[in-house]
């Protein structure tokens, strides 16, 4: 007896067979669409990183493209096997399916967010606002969007059937499906090694993408000895948020006067001896002054702003407060930073101005030589005067006018904005708007900050580094050995939470 297939059965194999390449056509589109988060968040900066980016990015899209076709069309291919049918509601889902992921991925770069319950109430306020400004024109655009979007959808589900029997004499399907297979298994078994490890370009992802859950396997790597769960939990607690998407700077409205009379500023010297340009000058030296930023250009962010270079990317936007308070309460501000944002004067205009007796506040950018022609003409008398330079991770020689600040235990760059805004008569809590402190009216007598990826602790005597995988060392700071002592764990997180004050929930 010779057993053929039936019509329905030669349909239905064929509808299987054609919904597999709309699926992974779809596949491909979704990984297009997917490429708004990778390329809206923070690359990877190591080359595990890299491949793990890649491996999620192709593999988690694939996944939840190709669950959406399992659980929505597949079983009409068998339940209604009618070609018409089935092309129009496979095209349906998938144009609507894909929209969702676009608007979702505008989302994420907008807020940072994904479209989920928690995020509702923040999409229902933005989506009544946008309404309210919508007009006929702009609902018929995107009628129309959507109109042209399912058209394509229905164009390619119709292309691809007719090309189904071709793809079936190509063995394109089973390499396809290995190399998406690949992508999500080698995904899920790195992140589950990254998070036993705390290996920050991985777990920094997690969020990525939309119904992300990378997998984990703590419990059972503790069961048979293959993870240390205290030692996890201890490294855990000592690693900082540097997934920053947003930040409260200054964290309250500030309240405080400015002295009109002030005349304050600020030399910086972006290399030379600074000893040697002071040596004859009425200025006493800042002991223990540290540079702990990881280059020029995040020294200059951390003198202006007042905080460590880990909020450098989110930050630029908003002026520092440094600036913004005096020049908003009617002093007159002069900054001199040729290639800075808020550089707004130049040499020859700074060099007048600087010279003369004024009321200001002046800030500068400068050569030894520029700061040499600049201090010749000041008047020590009548102006109050911070000099410092930019020697990443490093003591540097700082020095100053004011009353004071040669008693400092341990000092740094984001003290300077404080001390300058307390100078020119403002009061408020510096805690506001800034990591550092007042170096003429002390509270502490250490210092936290961000230097790459490290945070940084100093003390009277010793300096603690803690790595972004909350590994530790400790240092004696005057002479650099390292030392074998446990870490005060208590005091490390009071330092982390003091760092991370500005972190938008």
Same mark, same amino acid.
């Given at each position: 007896m010779i057993l053929t297939e039936t019509p329905r059965r030669q349909r239905v194999t064929k509808l299987v067979g054609w919904g597999h390449w709309f699926a992974f056509f779809n596949i491909l589109i979704a990984i297009v669409i997917a490429s708004? %988060?990778?390329?809206? !968040? &923070? *690359?990877?900066?190591?080359?595990?990183?890299?491949? %793990?980016?890649? !491996?999620?990015?192709?593999?988690?899209? $694939?996944? *939840?493209?190709?669950?959406?076709f399992v659980i929505l069309i597949l079983p009409l291919c068998y339940l209604l096997p009618n070609v018409k049918v089935v092309k129009a509601i496979a095209s349906v889902v998938a144009a609507v399916g894909l929209a969702l992921l676009a608007f979702d991925a505008l989302v994420y770069t907008k807020y940072g967010l994904h479209v989920s319950f928690s995020s509702a109430e923040l999409l229902r306020n933005e989506t009544r606002n946008v309404i309210a400004n919508?007009?006929?024109?702009?609902w018929g655009f995107f009628a129309l969007l959507f109109i042209v979007w399912l058209s394509f959808q229905?164009? =390619?589900a119709n292309a691809l059937w007719k090309r189904t029997e071709r793809f079936k004499l190509r063995k394109y399907a089973q390499p396809l499906a290995l190399f998406f297979i690949a992508c999500f298994v080698t995904s899920h078994a790195t992140h589950i090694w990254a998070d036993a490890n705390l290996y920050q370009p991985i777990v920094e992802q997690d969020d990525m993408f939309p119904l992300s859950y990378p997998a984990t396997a703590k419990t059972l790597m503790s069961k048979y000895d293959l =993870?240390? &769960?205290d030692s996890y939990e201890q490294r855990k607690q000592l690693q900082l948020e540097r997934r920053i998407q947003g930040v409260n700077y200054p964290t309250s409205a500030l309240y405080c006067s400015i002295n009109p009379q002030s005349n304050v500023n600020l030399l910086v010297l972006n290399h030379g001896d600074i000893d040697a340009l002071v040596a004859e000058l009425p200025v006493s030296k800042i002991n223990n002054y540290y540079d702990l930023s990881s280059s020029a250009v995040a020294g200059q962010f951390s003198l202006l702003y007042g905080l460590p270079e880990m909020y450098q990317h989110v930050m630029y936007p908003i002026t520092p407060v440094l600036l913004d308070l005096p020049a908003k309460l009617g002093l007159e501000t002069y900054v001199y930073a040729p290639g800075f944002k808020y550089g707004n004067s130049s040499w020859d205009a700074f060099k007048q101005q600087f010279a003369q007796h004024s009321a200001r506040l002046a800030i500068a950018f400068v050569s030894p030589e520029q700061a040499q022609e600049l201090l010749s003409h000041f008047d020590f !008398?009548?102006?109050?005067?911070?000099?410092?330079g =930019?020697? $990443?991770? $490093?003591?540097? !020689?700082? %020095? $100053?006018? *004011?009353?004071?600040?040669?008693?400092? @235990?341990?000092?740094g760059h984001e003290d300077i904005a404080p001390t300058l805004l307390n100078a020119m008569g403002c009061s408020t809590n510096t805690e506001l708007y800034s990591t550092g402190q007042? =170096? /003429?009216? *002390?509270?502490?007598?250490? /210092?936290?900050? @961000?230097l790459g990826d490290k945070i940084v602790l100093l003390n009277p005597t010793r300096r603690i580094e803690v790595d972004s995988n909350g590994n530790h060392k400790i240092f004696d700071r005057q002479t650099g050995a390292e030392l074998s002592e446990d870490l005060n764990t208590s005091v490390l997180s009071q330092g982390i939470k003091h760092l991370s004050r500005f972190i938008a929930k």
């Open positions: 708004i %988060y990778t390329f809206n !968040s &923070r *690359l990877p900066d190591t080359a595990l990183g890299a491949v %793990y980016l890649f !491996s999620n990015w192709f593999g988690h899209i $694939s996944f *939840l493209t190709f669950i959406g919508f007009g006929w024109q702009q229905l164009i =390619l =993870l240390d &769960r !008398s009548a102006g109050q005067i911070v000099i410092t =930019l020697q $990443s991770d $490093s003591q540097v !020689s700082t %020095y $100053s006018n *004011l009353q004071g600040v040669d008693q400092v @235990s341990v000092a007042n =170096l /003429m009216q *002390l509270k502490r007598d250490w /210092m936290v900050t @961000s």
